[in-house]
């Protein structure tokens, strides 16, 4: 199958890709920008690596509708083989033609002479039944073999395991797909092919090497805020502006999941439709699933919220982490604000004082004097410190 040279809707420039992007929802930076204009013009692939949640999947949907082409994709997953991914054989359909065709195929072979030339002449139609008409499309094929210029979105990359990672390198190179059976499969129309990885592992340079790459990270606090507003979530702008604030404060604390950016906009629906007119630490500590999903990220947000929403605010007791966990409740008294001098130095000077300790502490007889040390005979000091031995002359 030839490619054919149909010129491909895309953008003008840079700005052109922005405004269009924009128009779908999805804001893009200076450098996404680039690199999706870039794409639509070099045909390359582009590899978007980031954390969770910070747009790689949502550009790819923004695009495709930006263009106007459909949306393809492969979600990859640990154990995925080459037929989830590429293709596979209709074996049912090919039996069930057999079991029609059975007919036919007696009156090929009735007046075979024998057997081999039997064989010889059912190898003859093996290009019947492994044909196109019994090939199963999944996503990569479908995206090659497609009539009309399509996005392909392969999700998670890094998720896939090593072999799949390989099985890509044809595509992404060559846009083709070479099946033993039929041949090799060329695109009918450049797909504009978006691959996403949250970082879970490395990919290989080899594919590496074949994308346009761009990292993503969690955007600074004034696109979020402009995000958020894009989504219309019917929070006041103060209140999401201080969202934002806090929710970039949760990111910063050593948690197993930050908060992504459209759970920051989940979070700012979730307090408009409470009709939440200030955000405070209860109330956030009431809504705070929305954004943390771990029982421990969840109780170290919460020690740390109050101090987020009001860095002068005095946190509690019960959030010190002061607790001993011993079970047998043994008390500090007397506490200091229950004292005159708070660093008992007057306290530690009436101790200190001459003749305090009795005999039995000295082990001595009598007295209150300062302990002496015990006589130690001649015996027991030779024994201790044997006298050096004389080197031969």
Same mark, same amino acid.
């Given at each position: ?15 052109? +890709? ?24 070099? =045909?390359?692939?582009? &590899?978007? =690596? ?31 083989? =080459? ?28 007046? +075979? ?26 996503? *990569? ?9 399509? @996005?392909? *979105? ?6 896939? /395991? ?10 992404? #190179?060559?846009?083709?797909? $070479? ?34 790459? &761009?990292?993503?990270?969690?955007? /600074?606090? #004034? ?11 019917? &929070? ?7 969202? @934002?604030?806090? @929710? ?46 771990? =029982? ?11 101090? &987020? ?25 007397? @506490?200091?604000?229950?004292? /005159? ?8 000077? +009436?101790? /200190? ?23 130690? $005979? ?16």
């Amino acid at each position: 199958m030839s490619t054919t040279t149909e010129p491909i809707q895309g953008f003008t420039d840079v700005e052109d +890709a922005r405004a269009q992007l924009a128009t779908c929802g999805y804001l893009a930076d200076d450098r996404l920008a680039t690199t999706v204009f870039l794409q639509t013009r070099l =045909e390359k692939p582009v &590899l978007l =690596e980031g954390p969770a949640g910070v747009g790689k999947t949502q550009l790819a949907e923004s695009l495709a509708a930006a263009t106007g082409r459909r949306l393809i994709r492969l979600q990859c997953y640990e154990g995925q083989d =080459e037929t989830k991914a590429l293709y596979e054989w209709d074996y049912g359909k090919q039996l069930l033609y057999t079991q029609i065709l059975r007919e036919k195929i007696g009156q090929v072979v009735e007046d +075979a002479a024998d057997l081999n030339e039997a064989v010889e002449r059912i190898a003859k139609q093996d290009s019947v039944f492994f044909s196109q008409r019994f090939l199963a499309a999944r996503p *990569l094929l479908e995206a090659i073999d497609s009539d009309t210029p399509v @996005v392909l *979105l392969i999700d998670e990359v890094d998720r896939a /395991d090593e072999a799949l990672e390989a099985v890509l390198l044809e595509l992404l #190179a060559e846009f083709q797909i $070479s099946i033993p059976e039929i041949g090799t499969v060329t695109a009918r129309t450049m797909p504009y092919v978006v691959l996403t990885s949250n970082n879970t592992r490395d990919l290989s340079a080899a594919l590496k090497r074949r994308c346009l790459h &761009l990292f993503l990270d969690y955007p /600074d606090a #004034a696109r979020e805020l402009e995000i958020i507003r894009s989504k219309e979530t019917g &929070l006041a702008d103060s209140l999401a502006a201080r969202l @934002v604030d806090i @929710v970039r404060g949760i990111r910063e604390l050593e948690l197993r999941k930050a908060p992504s950016i459209s759970e920051t906009v989940d979070w700012a629906r979730t307090l408009a439709v409470l009709g939440v007119e200030e955000l405070t630490a209860d109330v956030l500590s009431t809504t705070l699933n929305v954004v943390v999903k771990y =029982e421990r990220d969840l109780k170290r947000v919460m020690e740390a919220l109050p101090r &987020l929403v009001d860095p002068n605010a005095e946190v509690p007791d019960h959030l010190h982490g002061h607790g001993h966990g011993h079970g047998h409740g043994h008390s500090h008294a007397p @506490v200091a604000e229950d004292r /005159d001098d708070v660093d008992g130095r007057a306290e530690r000077k +009436a101790k /200190d004082q001459p003749g305090r300790h009795n005999a039995g502490y000295y082990g001595g007889a009598g007295g209150t004097g300062p302990r002496t040390a015990p006589a130690v $005979s001649t015996s027991q000091g030779s024994r201790a410190f044997p006298s050096a031995r004389k080197r031969p002359v």
